[in-house]
């Protein structure tokens, strides 16, 4: 039912910037929730920042004041600059699509995009 596309990882020196994108298309249920979460090797994957419904923005402590998250409703899209990269930023960043029903959350992930901060 959603099919989300993302763009933007790479590599990039400490205190660098990145911005991350990423395209959902919905078949049928309107998208609740957008956001990022990563995965560095050996760790479990977390959320990085994320946009619920009515706009509000919450972001991993690890990433407040460097990282600032985006959405477009109309467009299904939302996007993340990333500023002051660190190494510890390193991981596989995945985009996220949530559809929240009565007692149930579907969650849909992109192909995930590869950010690298070199020390």
Do not use: H
Request: hydrophobic share 35%; aromatic share 10%.
């Amino acid at each position: 039912q959603v099919q989300l596309v993302e763009s933007g990882g790479g590599l990039v020196q400490t205190g660098g910037s990145l911005r991350l994108s990423c395209a959902a298309t919905v078949s049928t249920f309107r998208i609740n929730d957008m956001g990022w979460y990563r995965q560095a090797p050996g760790k479990q994957r977390e959320l990085v920042a994320v946009v619920i419904s009515g706009g509000a923005a919450n972001y991993a402590d690890a990433v407040k004041g460097r990282f600032t998250i985006s959405r477009d409703n109309a467009n299904n899209t939302v996007w993340m600059q990333m500023n002051s990269l660190k190494p510890e930023d390193t991981a596989v960043y995945y985009c996220n699509a949530a559809i929240r029903l009565p007692g149930r959350r579907y969650d849909y992930w992109g192909q995930g995009t590869q950010v690298t901060v070199s020390s």
